[in-house]
């Protein structure tokens, strides 16, 4: 899990590799308890969509982007 900022009145989340296994579960979960959530991927396109849709449909989330987190320039342009 990455960063978490005041987004209005819900908290955001950066949930890394959330397309899939833990990092679903963990984007799922802080979308539950009201926080604007980030989906991230850099290979699970597929599945990082269906999380996104899922959350979308719920009214629980915020972006979807893929990026590498080494990739230090795309990682920085995610959170500013």
């Known amino acids: 899990m990455g960063s978490e900022t005041n987004s209005g009145n819900r908290k955001a989340a950066i949930v890394t ?17 009201g926080y604007n959530v980030l989906i991230n991927y850099s290979k699970s396109e597929a599945e990082a969509r269906a999380v996104y849709q899922w959350l979308r449909r719920k009214g629980m989330s915020w972006a979807i982007t893929p990026f590498f987190i080494p990739v230090t320039a795309a990682s920085r342009a995610a959170v500013l």
């Open 17 to 33: 590799g959330s397309a899939t296994g833990v990092g679903a579960a963990t984007a799922l979960a802080l979308a539950h308890r």
